[in-house]
């Protein structure tokens, strides 16, 4: 709608409103009386926007959430346990030296294994599934 037609509207409207309704009576209005009343049933709204706009700590803010927060939660805990509890029961994985599998052809020894570089997966598996004390037995006497 253009500024023209709207204009046109308005001014439509004022006449009809001052046609269907009297003029106010502005001169038989006691306003200061009015003016209480509006300030007597605005009190309430007013002092709650006054208890809001005050600094509030951070418990304030903790104690209107925790309405909500408290069993959300326990829900998360309850999930969490549940979760943890499947964990435990699952079968465990193969660790990596139960894995790793080495070629049978090719014999490795530990004067092979002494100067192979640590990250060579036949090493790994020579020093975590040998025992100590054949290991320590081959190094001292070399065979």
Known sequence: MSGHNEERMEAWLREQLRSA???PPLDEVDWPALRQRIAWRAEPQLAR???SARASAWW???ARWS???LPAAVAAA???ALLLGRMQSAPQAQSPVESVTINTTQRLT???AIGASPQ???TSVLFASADRD???RQAVTGR
Request: glycine share 0%.
């Open 21 to 23: 309704l009297p003029e």
């Open 49 to 51: 926007l006054r208890r």
């Open 60 to 62: 304030d803010y903790a």
């Open 67 to 69: 309405k909500a927060a």
């Open 78 to 80: 309850a999930v969490l």
């Open 110 to 112: 530990v004067e092979s």
């Open 120 to 122: 060579d997966e036949e």
């Open 134 to 136: 054949e290991l320590l």
